[in-house]
């Protein structure tokens, strides 16, 4: 499966971002998805995942209650959708593909090239 990450971009502290993760080459019900992150100097971190089914998801404790994480599997997308941002957010997002939601990105098998979102201060 190839990942597509796109929505990423400048917004303002307090403000929403929604970025888009899209999938070709083999369909997205197939496969848990996650949302991983990377700021300049620092080490990649999870953000969240949702399972196969879209009944469990999971969340990084940095952004608990203020992102949202889904799936359109008629669509081949998962989404995730990020309010009250903050210049911490600031990073690479990545999108992956693997068999279960889980926070350890050795569980995924499938990347996306990532799409940077900044949010200034």
């Known amino acids: 499966v190839q990942l597509q990450a796109s929505g990423g971009g400048l917004v303002q502290a307090g403000g929403s971002l929604r970025v888009s993760c899209a999938a070709s080459g083999r369909t997205l019900r197939y496969y848990a998805m996650g949302w991983f992150r990377q700021a300049p100097g620092k080490e990649r971190e999870f953000v969240a995942a949702i399972s196969r089914g879209g009944t469990t998801r999971i969340y990084g404790d940095s952004v608990k209650g203020r992102f949202t994480i889904s799936r359109d599997n008629a669509e081949n997308t998962v989404y995730l959708q990020m309010n009250s941002l903050k210049p911490e957010d600031t990073g690479v997002y990545y999108c992956?593909?693997?068999?279960?939601?889980?926070?350890?990105?050795?569980?995924?098998?499938?990347w996306g090239q990532g799409t940077l979102v900044t949010v200034s201060s």
């Open positions: 992956a593909a693997g068999t279960y939601a889980v926070a350890d990105s050795t569980g995924y098998d499938y």
